[in-house]
């Protein structure tokens, strides 16, 4: 009886061990037949995460470099090496800069310049400015139009104060009932309802 049993304990040892073999015969053909894809496969991956981080390093590097001359122009601002530096870097904080040094020197001629900056926020308050400083009803009314204007209902109020001040009073009532009740403004615009345009 222990013959019979010790038999089929090798016969079963030997089917495992042919079902072993079997399976790594079909993993050595799956992987000589996919060999070059998973390696290609393996490649790109290590290729796109190597690219990612020294992506990122290098953007990291840049906000860095940019800040360090942005900090230096804010204390020397007719240093041109750092100007340039900036403007390399960063275009958007170039510009930004641009404009606040405009801005604190109340240059028009350089807030001409940054008219079609590619900043949208830049380009938003340059418009703005240069409407205000023209102290023109016409290019008030085209920036308040533009859909996305920061200072659409304060453009609309300085519209309605010109008007009010050439005695057009029933212009400039039409131009203050444009500006939303839920506006900051919104104040301001029913103390000129109440007391500039009766």
Partial sequence: ??????????????????KFFEKAVITEKFIKKYKNIMIGTLSVIVISVSASIAYDMKQKSNVENANKSLSILQKDSSNSKELLALKELSPNLYDVWLYSKAMADND????????NST??????LVKYELAQNADNIDSLNNYSLKQDAIYKDLAQIQVAVILINQGKIS????????????????????????????
Avoid: C
């Fill in 1 to 18: 009886m222990s013959l019979k049993n010790d038999i089929e304990m090798v016969k079963e040892e030997l089917n495992s061990e042919e």
């Fill in 108 to 115: 028009i001629a350089s807030l001409e310049k940054l008219k």
């Fill in 119 to 124: 900043t949208f926020i830049v380009e938003d």
């Fill in 171 to 198: 212009d400039a009532r039409e131009k203050l009932f444009l500006i939303d009740k839920q506006s900051p403004l919104s104040n301001v615009t029913q103390l000129l309802l109440h007391y500039g345009v009766k």
